[in-house]
């Protein structure tokens, strides 16, 4: 039978020392990288594009890509969809998406 008094029960014992606390901070840093593990990790659109083999274009940071039915469904779902604009090309008469920042290639030159 476990004895439940307070000064014997193992989970008091713990609650009253400062390890509870080191064990909290353990726990938070490893759940704060485990969240930048997945952000880094987490499939961007650009990479989305380029692997449905949609026709892609930039200009400096802004990515450009040609509204299929694909890249529709990826633009859909991009959480920053609200930004994204559509524009015809002058040189192929294309309609195309306007994707400010999202040209990947760009940043990791500029880190």
Partial sequence: ???FKRNNHPIIDVINNDKIKTVIDDY??????LNSVKRRFKMNIYEELKSANIDLGCHYSDLY???TPESKAIVEKYEHRTSVRTFRSQIDGHLWYYI???YEPYWDAKN
């Avoid at 938070?28 to 990288?33: D, G, I, S, V």
């Fill in 100 to 102: 400010p920042f999202a």
């Fill in 1 to 3: 039978m476990v004895n």
């Fill in 65 to 67: 890509a040609r509204v």
């Fill in 28 to 33: 938070e840093k490893r759940q704060n990288l």
